[in-house]
């Protein structure tokens, strides 16, 4: 497969994305190869940690490759996207749940799907260029790929924030975040994984090289974002912003009017739900809830249309705003489904 590179170098089992001109952006089949190899790699004795990287400067992963997803969606056939989203979650869960050292290598842009193939990784490496965010709002979806569970898992309300903005992380912000664990400026990248496939371990390796990020923003905005963003639904966090004349008030103002409002609000339940479960695979059985909906039910056709395909970036959301989405809608998007319910099954 040309669009992945996946071998056994030395002690590592080395899997390269290799769509730079798509900023490597995973496909189906790519996800598919992926779980294939970590399936092959868990009894290999001489696999004793996993790479994972990704050909050209301008990013890791910037997401799934939704295109395919927008045209058999919006011509009524919703069972591609279904079993897209029920085989990458399962790959999620095993990168989360494996049992050898996952290193991912994440320069540029590290988004979406990419974030699902990199951030539940045991080591999570950021440089210079690294740039991650949970963008899913912004196409009429809601965080998904175990990224809700990420985002409950981000000090404060760190989470709301960053799933109902789309804000983008650079080094320091995503190690505070919980998205990454160690910075290591890209010169010394090949040398850490010339280390790997020689057999060191990976906290020796990671050791050698990881230096501390230059502080990001986050941190200093931690009060004002906790002030505003602990409302119970997406409406109390925008009245909560309008009484407040601050630039930060203002700037995520402005973020949460170019997101889908169904979508930013059912990513604020899905993040307060995640703090109470104990497991990934609770997390992303409530994702698939809200993306198996979203095909037919939601803005998620329509945020493609205007976002990705006629780029005129005037979506026509179901809702007007932030205020006016019922709390009923949420609720409807998050029921259980049945005998449709999310499975883990091997395929």
Same mark, same amino acid.
């Given at each position: 497969?040309?669009?992945?590179?996946? &071998? /056994?170098?030395?002690?590592?089992?080395?899997?390269?994305?290799? +769509?730079?001109?798509?900023?490597?952006? @995973?496909?189906?089949?790519?996800?598919?190869?992926?779980?294939?190899?970590?399936?092959?790699?868990? %009894?290999?004795?001489?696999?004793?940690?996993?790479?994972?990287?990704?050909? #050209?400067?301008?990013?890791?992963?910037?997401?799934?490759?939704?295109?395919?997803?927008?045209?058999?969606a919006s011509a009524g056939d919703f069972s591609h996207a279904r079993q897209f989203w029920t085989d990458e979650y399962r790959l999620?869960?095993?990168?989360?749940?494996?049992?050898?050292? $996952?290193?991912?290598?994440?320069?540029?842009?590290?988004?979406?799907?990419?974030?699902?193939?990199?951030?539940?990784?045991?080591?999570?490496?950021?440089?210079?260029?690294?740039?991650?965010a949970m963008p899913e709002c912004g196409i009429g979806l809601v965080p998904d790929v175990g990224g809700s569970l990420l985002l409950?898992?981000?000090? !404060?309300?760190?989470?709301?924030?960053?799933?109902?903005?789309?804000? +983008?992380?650079?080094?320091? %912000?995503?190690?505070?975040?919980?998205?990454?664990?160690?910075?290591?400026?890209?010169?010394?990248?090949?040398?850490?994984?010339? %280390?790997?496939?020689?057999?060191?371990?990976?906290?020796?390796?990671?050791?050698?090289?990881?230096?501390?990020?230059?502080?990001?923003? @986050?941190?200093?905005?931690?009060?004002?974002?906790?002030?505003?963003? #602990? #409302?119970?639904?997406?409406? %109390?966090?925008? &009245?909560?912003?309008?009484?407040?004349?601050?630039?930060?008030?203002?700037?995520?103002?402005?973020?949460?009017?170019?997101?889908?409002?169904?979508?930013?609000?059912?990513?604020?339940?899905? /993040?307060?739900?995640? +703090?109470?479960?104990?497991?990934?695979?609770?997390?992303?059985? @409530?994702? $698939? &809830?809200?993306?198996?909906?979203?095909?037919?039910? !939601?803005?998620?056709?329509?945020?493609?249309?205007?976002?990705?395909i006629d780029k005129d970036k005037s979506p026509q959301w179901k809702h007007d705003s932030a205020e006016s989405v019922p709390d009923?809608?949420?609720?409807?998007?998050?029921?259980?489904? !049945?005998?449709?319910?999310?499975?883990?099954?091997?395929?």
């Open positions: 497969m040309t669009d992945i590179e996946i &071998r /056994i170098e030395g002690h590592a089992g080395h899997i390269t994305l290799q +769509r730079p001109d798509a900023l490597n952006a @995973l496909t189906y089949d790519m996800a598919l190869a992926i779980e294939a190899a970590l399936d092959t790699w868990r %009894d290999d004795d001489q696999v004793t940690s996993v790479i994972i990287d990704a050909e #050209g400067d301008k990013a890791f992963c910037a997401g799934g490759d939704i295109v395919d997803i927008y045209k058999t999620n869960a095993k990168i989360f749940e494996y049992p050898k050292p $996952y290193l991912a290598f994440m320069q540029g842009f590290t988004m979406g799907g990419g974030v699902g193939i990199s951030c539940h990784g045991s080591h999570r490496i950021v440089g210079e260029s690294s740039q991650i409950a898992l981000a000090p !404060g309300r760190l989470g709301e924030y960053l799933g109902t903005t789309t804000t +983008r992380m650079k080094t320091d %912000d995503a190690i505070f975040a919980g998205f990454a664990d160690h910075f290591v400026p890209e010169e010394h990248w090949p040398a850490l994984k010339a %280390d790997l496939v020689a057999g060191l371990g990976a906290d020796a390796a990671v050791a050698k090289v990881s230096q501390s990020p230059e502080t990001g923003t @986050l941190r200093a905005l931690q009060p004002e974002i906790d002030a505003h963003f #602990g #409302g119970e639904t997406l409406a %109390d966090i925008v &009245r909560a912003l309008k009484h407040s004349d601050s630039d930060f008030a203002k700037d995520a103002l402005k973020k949460l009017s170019r997101v889908s409002p169904l979508g930013a609000a059912c990513a604020v339940e899905l /993040i307060h739900r995640a +703090r109470t479960v104990d497991s990934i695979r609770k997390a992303l059985e @409530l994702e $698939y &809830r809200c993306t198996y909906r979203a095909v037919d039910d !939601g803005d998620f056709v329509e945020g493609i249309r205007a976002l990705v009923i809608d949420v609720a409807r998007m998050l029921m259980p489904l !049945g005998d449709n319910i999310l499975s883990f099954a091997e395929r």
